[in-house]
């Protein structure tokens, strides 16, 4: 097999994993050539990822030749929304008598997986972080991955030093791996709730809250009762999953994370997605009216809404006529000063413009802050305030 | 040259046209297969449109035989937006000493003209729409269009009996033509501002308001004032001109007319467009900013904006929850019946699900109710309410 790019892949690699994924080489090939399936880079180039859905293998999927076959770890499944509760639940999950309710929690989405060996952190999109996986490292129950090499964790990074989604709500001090699915390589099967529980408690390793099995006929109402109370903390929602994890699992969310979402939208309004803004609020108009808010309650959602859309937008608009630089703020914390550095090139090769602060030592450990440029709005924000028309 | 759809466009016909645009047959031609020299339907089958801006010609444009050559009419330019006003007027007009502010008002833009003998109101898009055109016929001076059959007057439509942008704020009993430009056939050259005034008035046109020419120096200032005047009455807000109309004009708008646009893409959240909404969105932020807005007034914008969201959100998911379809209600006035049925037939041609009711006389004339069915937005937001997932 060739190293570097894509480009050089052998016939013979292309014809060994045709036969693996049961499709015609043309059909591989073209996939390498469209960069649909791509190679990782540097050490990790042994390792594929689908940059696109093929034939149900999920976006985000990897691949590594392992003996003389191959080893697959699936994608993230995407968990659709209930945009109401009833009759939305009921109808998806009619053929149960009670669903498992999960909190979803706000971080960054991570595999985690011994690859060959390693135990490898492996983005939503397939890529291998150095940050997270330094972290899994430090952090994870390592022998895990040695008694069950064909299992994995399908778990959120969460907490401040989280460089991708940082958030102070959950108390965390540094970053934690909040499990919530353990699935089989290869097929993707995900374990039972209880069994997946059950397995991470022997282990130790953190899950997610769970609010129990409700019965079906009171869920919207009792998942009513559990996201008002989620929201009051700006925790973000719920996964509702079929125990047996058969059915697909449904999400639903707070009022308070819809608004959290736009307020970071707004921020960085030139690079925010229009689809990401309008469905949250969006959300907030069926939330109101499902749950049939009185006058006083929908002031409060209108007026939470316009300043979440606002405040950010005008922070941002005056930073930029003040003449500074727009930028998101982030920190890592790393155990070896050389997990940073992999991490900057990996944010580089990723198109991320970072600048990485000088580490400070805290503990055993380092401390690095990061200014991440938001490159897009800050253009279009200073270009308009020197008469740059729309 | 043939009937009928663009396919039976003959040989002859194209070379003519590509003789007289400049441009070569091969590109005549395929402007013609991609539809995007489109020809008018029925009566109106001589009349062609671009239905694509090609080669600095706005979409819009309309042609057709004149004698052995062509007659074109220009499309409206399409007029920039100043996010902010300073400094973006004074650099856009900075070889002036003076710009003329005008009243940009909100109705529907329609081109008037003398083409072949006949006053046709042609569209934005550059169809001939029969309502307009018979409306036209009656309220205004045609002696104008026997006098200068070179010159096409631009104007806006306005009032509640316009059935594409019903308006009550500005005291107009049923519709009226509000002139704001007046151009040549062919070159699409623009009158001087004092110009068109002084022709207008002549003919007895009604013409959008002037705030006379206001010092460049001052101006951001004082066109602040006006659109905080112009606010209050839910007007949009103002064009600004190069009184020769050498350099080409700027538009800024109000709040309120942010938040009107805002109120209507929110009942129709699901047919509006995302860069829309968005953008009207944007504007707010910078006003707010660039006017140094205290914490009261930043207060109640936060609120209109959210009101302006959720409100009509709110209604359109209830009405749907109620079982009830949404549509907008418009209404024309006509004088000849067949305008109605002629108008039902183009709107049905253009893909607008609407519906007639019967014509109930007023005075003269008819007045006719409209339902036009909002298919997507009810569509989505009934699936919602039985349990679809986003």
New interface residues.
Partial sequence: MNKGENGEISPDFVAQLAGFLGFDEGRVQHLFEKNYLARNWEKHDYLFRFDKEVSRIERGTVLYEKGDTFEVIMGFPKI?????LD??I???FSRLEKVAVEEKMNGYNVRVANVKGNILAITRSGYVCPYTTERANVKLNLKFFDDFPELVLYGEMVGPDNPYVPKEIYGIESVEFYIFDIREKNTGKPLPTSKRREMMEKYGFLQVRAFGEIPLETAPEEIADIIRELGKTEHEGVVIKDPDMVLPP?KYTSSQSNCSDLRHA?RF?NEAG??Y???R??R???Q??EWDEDETD?EK???????S???P??D???IV?NGQRLYEEVRIRVKDPKTATEFENYLKRLGVDAIFETPQPIGNEYMINIKKVNKSTNDKTQA???????
């Fill in positions: 659709r929304r209930a945009m109401v009759p939305t009921k109808k998806h449904l707004f309004y229009r689809d803004m309008l469905s609020i969006v907030e108009g069926f109101t009216v929908f959602r209108c007026i939470q809404l316009g300043e859309i606002l405040n937008l005008r941002s608009i005056r006529k308009i305030w020197e008469g740059e028309l729309w």
